[in-house]
């Protein structure tokens, strides 16, 4: 387990912990060296931390969110023929956060880019960050939004390759 930072655009993220979880995800791509973070993440793989007492901000059927006293508390469900169950768990505060992920989680990549840094400093600047892939035509985009692994990627190479 080493430290491993990332630069999203301006934005410098340093991962701690079990950094294993990162590899084969996107942010691969956007490495870096080692240098002053504007932000750091705990990566934890086990059990996952009980739900926050505080204020409910949002519920929707991938995730909920909780607030108290300056800590944000994500927690990311998935849905699957019938069934329901809590994958991760992220605690944020202004400058970090720990990213929990169940043991038995089987998609670790998806998950760790949807909890990253980049996506809780995003909403706190008050930008709306969305999961999605996109091409570009004559300098406009078409952006195409779902859940993780579900093949927005693959719909955009398809329309690359058949563009014409």
């Not at 998806?110 to 400093?121: M, Q």
């Not at 709306?128 to 927005?152: D, E, M, N, Y």
Request: glycine share 8%; proline share 4%.
């Amino acid at each position: 387990m080493k430290n491993r930072w990332f630069r999203f655009g301006s934005l410098c993220v340093k991962y701690t912990g079990q950094t294993d979880l990162l590899s084969g995800t996107v942010l691969e791509k956007f490495c870096c060296n080692e240098e002053t973070p504007d932000f750091t993440v705990e990566l934890r793989s086990g059990e996952l931390p009980p739900i926050m007492e505080g204020k409910l901000l949002v519920q929707t059927a991938d995730f909920s969110v909780y607030f108290r006293d300056g800590l944000w508390q994500r927690r990311f469900i998935a849905r699957y023929q019938g069934r329901t169950w809590e994958y991760a768990v992220a605690e944020y505060t202004e400058r970090e956060a720990v990213l929990t992920v169940a043991p038995d989680c089987s998609n670790v990549p998806c998950c760790v880019e949807s909890c990253s840094a980049f996506e809780h400093l995003s909403l706190c600047a008050g930008a709306l960050p969305i999961h999605a892939s996109h091409i570009q035509i004559g300098g406009r985009a078409i952006v195409f939004t779902a859940p993780c692994g579900t093949g927005k990627s693959t719909q955009a190479a398809l329309w690359e390759k058949h563009r014409g």
